[in-house]
């Protein structure tokens, strides 16, 4: 009985720990997007900016 228990203590811990670590994954996967989009402004600095409607024109979507 008492390996039992330990065992599902054990389980529900990790089960704890599997859902922090893709919690904290999810978080760096989005500073990583985060980052991305500062460097590609970074990158796009002193650049004429298009709004959606010239993009569409431009391209010829509609």
């Known amino acids: 009985m008492h390996d ?4 599902t203590r054990s389980d529900a ?7 922090q670590l893709a919690s904290i994954r ?13 460097e590609a402004r970074a990158r796009d600095r002193g650049k004429p900016k298009w709004s959606h409607a010239e ?7 509609k």
């Open 4 to 7: 039992q228990d330990t065992r």
């Open 13 to 19: 811990c990790d089960s704890v720990k599997r859902e």
């Open 26 to 38: 999810e978080e760096v996967e989005d500073l990583f997007d985060y980052l991305d989009v500062l």
């Open 55 to 61: 993009v569409k024109q431009r391209y010829g979507l």
